[in-house]
C-alpha cells in the first residue's frame, strides 16, 4: 500500500515543513493505514477523534464522504453557501455546502428521486467513483456500465491499492483515507469535446498541488474592490507565472490559483460556458444544433473581445450579433437561455495540409512555413505557452498529412494550432440541393471552403478527410459507379445538333458485363460529350435518372509486345482475381481507343504466358494489380501446348473454322482463325499449337513439334525395360534410347479409323514391320534426357 519515499520529500516541500511532531493516532500507528492518515492529517483532508483515536473501523457515511473529497480538492473554503437540490439533507446543515458543491462539479448523484441519503454508509463503489470523477472523468467517458466501469478505472489510477474490501460493502475511515492518499498525486483534468480525459497543465494540477495554492486577486491591489478568489474574465493581460499556458481559458469567468506574486499558477474553477456557433437573423444564437435566446447581451464583468486569442480590448465591447458569423462566446447558460455574456471571440483560421517539409521547417526554424510563425524564448526555442495547441499534446506529435488550422495575429504570430488527423469513410446517403451539404454515417458534413461537393453522388462511398472542426478538408470516392468502365461504340445527339446550346447528347458503349448500354449526358457536364468518340475507354457514374453525371477518360497504360510471364505478371503487376478482359481487333494508344464490331470477354488465366501485340491496362497501385485490361485479338500465347490434329472444319461461328486435337491424351475442340486442314497429318503429327487471346487456334503460328529421333527397322522388337526404352533384334539389345517420362504422352494411329487415338506404355510393346514410323520427343527443358512424347504410327 505505500507510497514510494519520494512523496514523503514532495509532501514535506508543499507544506514547508513536514511536522514529524504529529502524534500518530495510537490506533493507526504500526498498521498499513498509518501513512495515509498522517499525511492527510498534515494536509488537513482528516481528523482524528478528541479521545487521540481514529478509529479506522468505523464506517463513513455519505455526507463525511463529500466532505472529505472536496476538502482533499483544496475547495473546502469555497464550499459555504452551496446549496444542493436533495430534500433529506435535514440534521445535515454542516454538510449541505459539501454536498451542494460536490453535486455541481458532478462528483456525487442522488438516487434519482431527489435524495441524497446523506446518514447511509458510502460503499467502496461509491468512493471509488467520487474519486475518479473529482479526476475529471464521467460517465460518458468511461466504456461500461456503473459501478463496474469506475472501478475499473479506480484500479487502473492506483486508487484501490492496498483495498482488501470491494463492491458494496460499507468503506471504513481507514480505507477511505488509503484511497484519498492514493489519489493525491493523480492529475486532474476534464473531458473535452471529443469525450477524452485532458489533463488541466501544463501546470501540474493534482489534489496535492491544491492544497497549497494561493488564489489569485484579479484587481492586485490588497485595498481594491476584488479580493483573492475572486472570478474574472481572463484576458492574457494578467501576471502569469512561467512555463503555465491557460490560452485555453482566454474569455472565460474563472477563478484561479496563484503565487506568492500573485501571478497565475492555474485554473481553479471554469464558471462560464464557451459556446461556439453563429448569430441567425432573428438574432438567436445557435451552437450544435441548439437555438439560444439571448437575455443579456452582457454581464457584470462586461463583455472582452478577442480576434485570433488575441484580446481587442480589455475594455468591455458592445456585443456583435452579425448574423453567419461563427464565433466563441462565453456565457453563463440555462436551458436555452444565455443569461449572461462574458466575452465574444471571433477566429479567423487557415487549414493546412502537414507535409514533410513543413515538418522540417518547424524542427529546423521554429515555424511552419514563411507565413506562420512560433513565439520564440530567450533560448530561441519555441515558447509553448504562446499559444493554444489541441488535438494533440505535444507539437512532437504532429504527422505528416495531419490537417492543422492555424490561427495568427496580426504580426503573424501563431496563436493557435488545431490538428486532426479525423478520416471518416462511408457512403453518401444525403446531398443538399445546393450540394454543399453531404450525410455521411449518419452525420452531416460541409467543405471548409464552403464550396459544393462535386463528382459525387449519393450513393457513392467517400473518404473525408477532415479538420479538427469536423469540416471537410478534402474528400475523394473511393467506390461507386465510376468504378465502372466502358468503351465507346457510338455517339449522337439525341436532340438537335453539337453546336446547339439545347442539344441532348447520349452514347451507346460495351459495358464489362459484355453487353452494349445507351445512357445520356446529364446537363451539367454535356459540354465534354464530344470528347468520348467511338473507340475511347472511360469510366462513368450515374445519377438517379440513369444519366451519367460524372465521366473521365480510364488513366491506362499502353504496351506493345509484351510479355505475360507464365505466372501472370506483366508490366511488374499481377491480375486481380477479379480482372476485367476485353479481346478487341484494335488497340490504340492515341486516345486510349479500342475498337472491334463485336468485343469480347476473356479471362486473365488465358492471359498468362501469352505475347501481347497491344494493350491497353489499369493498374491499382495499391494492390500492385491489374483490375482492367483490353488486348488485341492478335496476341498469343507463349505456353507450349503440344497436340495431334485428327479433324479441320469450317463452321458458322465468328471464327468460321475448327479443329479436333488430342491433348494430353484427351479430345478437345478449338475454334481457329484459318482453315486448320492442314495439321491434320500422319507425317510429323505432333504440333505445337498457338493460341488467340479469344482462345482460338492461331494456324499460321502453329509449328512441328522438335523430334529427337525416329525408329522405322523393320524385324526389330520394340520393348521398354527398366523404364527405358530399346528396340532388339534375336534377344540382343539394339538400341537403348533411354529413359520415358512417368508422364509420357503416347499417341497411336488408328488405320481403320484414320485419326488419332490416346495409348500407353503396353503399347510400346511391338513387332515394327515395314512401313511402321516410332517418333520420339524430349521436349521437357528441366528433364532433357527424358522422352516426353510418343507418336506410333503402326
Not at 489 to 495: C, G, R
Not at 559 to 572: C, D, E, M
Not at 625 to 637: A, L
Not at 657 to 676: M, Q
Amino acid at each position: 500500500m505505500k507510497k514510494v519515499i519520494s512523496f514523503v520529500l514532495v509532501l514535506a516541500l508543499v507544506l514547508g515543513s513536514f511536522s514529524m511532531a504529529f502524534a500518530v493516532p495510537a490506533d493507526v500507528e504500526g498498521t498499513d493505514y498509518e501513512d495515509a492518515v498522517t499525511a492527510l492529517s498534515e494536509l488537513g483532508v482528516v481528523t482524528g477523534y478528541t479521545d487521540g483515536n481514529y478509529y479506522p473501523e468505523k464506517a463513513v457515511n455519505r455526507a463525511e464522504a463529500a466532505k472529505l473529497v472536496i476538502t482533499a480538492l483544496g475547495l473546502a473554503d469555497y464550499a459555504a453557501g452551496n446549496t444542493a437540490s436533495f430534500t433529506d439533507l435535514e440534521g445535515y446543515g454542516w454538510a449541505k455546502g459539501y454536498i451542494g458543491y460536490a453535486e455541481a462539479l458532478g462528483i456525487l448523484k442522488g438516487d434519482g428521486n431527489g435524495k441524497f441519503r446523506p446518514a447511509d454508509t458510502v460503499s467502496y463503489q461509491e468512493m471509488a467513483t467520487m474519486l475518479v470523477r473529482a479526476c475529471g472523468y464521467t460517465d460518458a467517458s468511461l466504456p461500461g456500465v456503473w459501478p463496474a466501469n469506475y472501478v475499473v478505472k479506480a484500479k487502473a489510477l492506483g486508487i484501490m491499492d492496498g483495498i482488501a474490501q470491494a463492491g458494496d460493502a460499507a468503506a471504513n475511515r481507514g480505507d477511505v483515507a488509503v484511497m484519498i492518499y492514493n489519489n493525491l498525486e493523480n492529475e486532474i483534468g476534464y473531458i473535452n469535446l471529443d469525450n477524452t480525459w485532458v489533463a488541466n497543465g501544463p501546470n501540474l494540477d493534482t489534489m496535492l498541488t491544491r492544497l497549497d495554492q494561493e488564489m489569485f486577486d484579479p484587481d492586485g491591489v490588497a485595498t481594491g474592490t476584488a479580493v483573492a478568489g475572486d472570478a474574472f474574465v481572463l484576458n492574457g493581460t494578467e501576471a502569469i507565472a512561467d512555463g503555465v499556458n491557460v490560452k485555453a481559458y482566454y474569455g472565460a469567468l474563472v477563478v484561479a490559483y496563484a503565487n506568492a506574486d500573485n501571478e497565475i499558477t492555474g485554473i481553479k474553477e471554469v464558471k462560464s460556458t464557451f459556446l461556439t456557433g453563429e448569430f441567425n437573423a432573428e438574432g438567436k444564437f445557435v451552437a450544435n444544433d441548439v437555438e439560444y435566446t439571448v437575455v443579456s447581451n452582457t454581464s457584470d464583468y462586461g463583455v472582452t473581445g478577442f480576434a485570433n486569442g488575441k484580446v481587442t480590448s480589455p475594455a468591455s465591447i458592445s456585443l456583435d450579433k452579425t448574423a453567419d458569423d461563427e464565433c466563441t462566446l462565453a456565457v453563463k447558460v440555462s436551458g436555452k437561455q444565455i443569461k449572461n455574456v462574458y466575452s465574444q471571440a471571433d477566429w479567423d483560421g487557415t487549414n493546412i495540409k502537414v507535409t514533410a517539409t513543413m515538418l522540417k521547417s518547424l524542427d529546423k526554424d521554429n515555424k511552419f512555413n514563411n507565413a506562420n510563425l512560433f513565439t520564440v524564448d530567450d533560448n530561441y526555442e519555441i515558447d509553448t505557452t504562446s499559444f493554444v495547441l489541441v488535438g494533440v499534446d505535444a507539437l512532437a506529435d504532429i504527422e505528416e498529412d495531419d490537417i492543422i488550422t492555424t490561427y495568427v495575429d496580426a504580426a503573424k504570430y501563431i496563436t493557435k494550432l488545431e490538428v486532426s488527423d479525423t478520416v471518416v469513410t462511408g457512403e453518401i446517403t444525403k446531398m443538399s440541393s445546393d450540394d454543399k451539404t453531404i450525410t455521411v454515417a449518419g452525420e452531416e458534413y460541409v467543405r471548409t471552403t464552403d464550396a459544393a461537393f462535386t463528382g459525387v453522388v449519393p450513393g457513392d462511398e467517400v473518404e473525408l478527410v477532415l479538420n479538427y472542426a469536423g469540416d471537410v478538408f478534402s474528400y475523394e470516392k473511393v467506390a461507386g459507379e465510376l468504378e465502372n468502365y466502358g468503351i465507346v461504340t457510338d455517339k449522337y445527339e439525341a436532340k438537335g445538333n453539337w453546336t446547339s446550346a439545347t442539344t441532348e447528347y447520349a452514347i451507346k458503349f460495351f459495358a464489362p458485363d459484355g453487353t452494349i448500354k445507351e445512357a445520356y449526358f446529364d446537363d451539367a457536364i454535356s459540354g465534354s460529350a464530344a470528347t468520348y468518340t467511338v473507340g475511347v475507354v472511360f469510366k462513368y457514374d450515374l445519377n438517379k435518372d440513369g444519366e451519367i453525371s460524372d465521366i473521365t477518360t480510364a488513366a491506362v497504360t499502353y504496351v506493345t509486345n509484351a510479355a505475360v510471364s507464365a505466372k501472370g505478371v506483366l508490366g511488374g503487376y499481377n491480375f486481380a482475381d477479379d480482372a476485367i478482359v476485353i479481346v478487341a481487333d484494335a488497340v490504340s494508344a492515341g486516345n486510349a481507343t479500342a475498337i472491334d464490331d463485336e468485343f469480347v470477354i476473356g479471362k486473365a488465366a488465358d492471359l498468362f504466358d501469352t505475347d501481347l501485340t497491344a494493350a491497353l491496362y489499369v493498374a491499382d497501385t495499391d494492390t500492385d494489380e491489374i483490375t482492367f485490361i483490353i488486348v488485341k485479338s492478335d496476341s498469343t500465347t507463349t505456353n507450349k501446348t503440344y497436340a495431334v490434329a485428327n479433324e479441320a472444319y469450317t463452321d458458322n461461328t465468328d471464327a468460321g473454322y475448327g479443329v479436333v486435337v488430342l491433348i494430353d491424351g484427351a479430345e478437345k475442340t478449338f475454334g481457329a482463325d484459318a482453315n486448320a486442314s492442314g495439321l491434320v497429318v500422319t507425317s510429323a503429327a505432333l504440333k505445337e499449337l498457338k493460341f488467340n487471346t479469344d482462345g482460338t487456334v492461331k494456324v499460321a503460328s502453329v509449328t512441328d513439334a522438335s523430334v529427337w529421333t525416329t525408329e522405322s527397322t523393320a524385324g526389330e522388337t520394340l520393348t521398354v525395360e527398366n523404364g527405358r526404352l530399346k528396340t532388339t533384334s534375336g534377344g540382343a539389345v539394339v538400341d537403348n534410347y533411354g529413359i520415358i517420362s512417368e508422364e509420357v504422352v503416347i499417341y497411336v494411329w488408328d488405320a481403320d479409323n484414320s485419326v488419332w487415338t490416346a495409348g500407353d506404355t503396353s503399347d510400346l510393346e511391338l513387332d515394327i514391320e515395314s512401313g511402321n514410323v516410332v517418333t520420339l520427343y524430349r521436349l521437357d527443358s528441366d528433364n532433357a534426357e527424358e522422352i516426353t512424347h510418343i507418336t506410333l504410327y503402326i
